[in-house]
Structures are given as structure tokens and as C-alpha cells.
């Protein structure tokens, strides 16, 4: 079945240090790829998503791409903040009918000042 | 865009209490739905999805039952809960075209004590 692997957390960094958070996946077919965040106490964000191949979503800094070959798709930050201080979940969509979401394990990202 | 509100925001019930989770959706007509258990330590898991009124599909065995009164309603329940329901239970709609992300509600907390 599919499947979503992340490295694990928590990663902690300093201000304004380049962040990158590992994502593979398992899966048939084509695939879309998600970041979600969630932030202390708060349901998920969408953060950024991607849909095919080659592809790089972006968004507040971050972007990822969907690597097709290396079955990867890994979140990327040049500087992060102390407000990014937050969990990220990798995931992917099968793309069929139902939608369904498989999520990775969440990273911890724990950024000081 | 598309809402979910979720209800209550935190929950501590008796093992053998029943179990009512209330989530709606604004903003779009006929979304897929879809209840998810995030554990302490553990990542994401589908528990629930919907196509629509009356139509419940159980993503794995459990303790829990879901249903779907109404379109944009979508309940989680249990008749006794155990120990293991405890966890951050987060409702989700959308995804219902391909590459269309899901959108999150601020989620339950659920405690069993």
C-alpha cells in the first residue's frame, strides 16, 4: 500500500538556519504530495502541495519538489523563524475518487531566538 | 473556501461514556469527509471517510462508528469508549477532485480517564 516515510524529530535550529525535512514515499500511480503544519494546539494547514512530477510548491518561504526518481518530496526553508516553530506532516493523495490522505509520523521543528 | 468547524475543542470522558464528535462544513456543497486520530507520539490516521449522505466507508477496525446525517454534517461516535480513544481527533473536508488538498478543523482533544 502507500505509504509516507519522515525523518524524525525534533529538529531544533537557531534562527535564520536553512531548514530541510526529509519525505519519501511508497505508492501506485501518480500521487500528489501535501506539507501540512500544525502549530501548537491547532488542527492542519495546508502549507504547500505539488501535483506531478517536476513539480515545486511554494509558500511563506518554504517550497518542496516532487522528485519522481528519488520518490522523494522534501520541505525547504532558507531562514526560518521562531514562528515556525510548529509539527509538519508529509503527505500523499492516491488521486482517486475518495482523496484519501496517508500521512508520515510529523517532524517537530522547535526554531530559537 | 471551504470551512470546518469542529466540537467541542476538548473532551474528557469515563472509559465506558458514550461518544458524540460533531463536524460541518461551510463554504461547498457535497464534500468528501473525513475523520482522523492523531495519537500521543504517532502520526495521522484515517479512520472514516464519506462520499456522501449516508455513506460511510471505515478505513480500520475500531471502537468508533461514524455517519452522515446530512451533507455537511459529519458525526464520530462510540457507544463505551475505551483508553485507547483517547487522542486529537480532526475532521477534514474537501479532496473530492484530483490534486484538491483537504482543509482541516482546529480539531478535539479527547481524554480518557
Known amino acids: 500500500g502507500n505509504s509516507v516515510t519522515q525523518m524524525e524529530g525534533p529538529v531544533t535550529l537557531s534562527e535564520e538556519a536553512f531548514l530541510t525535512i526529509n519525505c519519501t514515499y511508497t505508492?501506485?500511480?501518480?500521487?500528489?504530495l501535501f506539507w501540512y503544519v500544525q502549530y501548537p494546539g491547532e488542527g492542519l494547514q495546508l502549507l504547500l502541495k505539488a501535483t506531478k512530477a517536476d513539480d515545486k510548491g511554494s509558500n511563506k518561504g518554504f517550497e518542496a519538489t516532487y522528485r519522481k526518481e528519488t520518490t522523494s518530496f522534501h520541505l525547504e526553508k532558507g531562514s526560518v523563524q521562531v514562528s515556525d516553530s510548529a509539527v509538519y506532516f508529509c503527505a500523499l493523495s492516491d488521486n482517486t475518487g475518495f482523496q484519501k490522505l496517508v500521512f508520515g509520523t510529523g517532524t517537530r521543528l522547535l526554531v530559537s531566538p | 473556501s471551504q470551512t470546518i468547524h469542529q466540537w467541542p475543542a476538548t473532551l474528557v470522558q469515563p472509559v465506558g461514556s458514550p461518544l458524540s464528535l460533531e463536524c460541518t462544513v461551510e463554504?461547498?456543497?457535497?464534500?468528501?469527509l473525513y475523520w482522523y486520530r492523531q495519537a500521543a507520539g504517532r502520526g495521522l490516521q484515517l479512520l472514516f471517510y464519506s462520499v456522501g449522505i449516508g455513506q460511510i466507508s471505515s478505513e480500520v477496525p475500531q471502537n468508533l462508528s461514524a455517519s452522515r446525517p446530512q451533507d455537511r454534517q459529519f458525526i464520530l461516535s462510540s457507544k463505551k469508549l475505551l483508553l485507547s480513544d483517547s487522542g486529537f481527533y480532526l475532521c477534514a473536508g474537501g479532496g473530492d477532485v484530483f490534486s484538491q488538498p483537504q482543509h482541516f478543523g482546529d480539531g478535539t482533544r479527547l481524554s480518557i480517564l
Open positions: 463554504g461547498t456543497s457535497n464534500p468528501n
Open positions: 505508492a501506485t500511480g501518480y500521487p500528489s
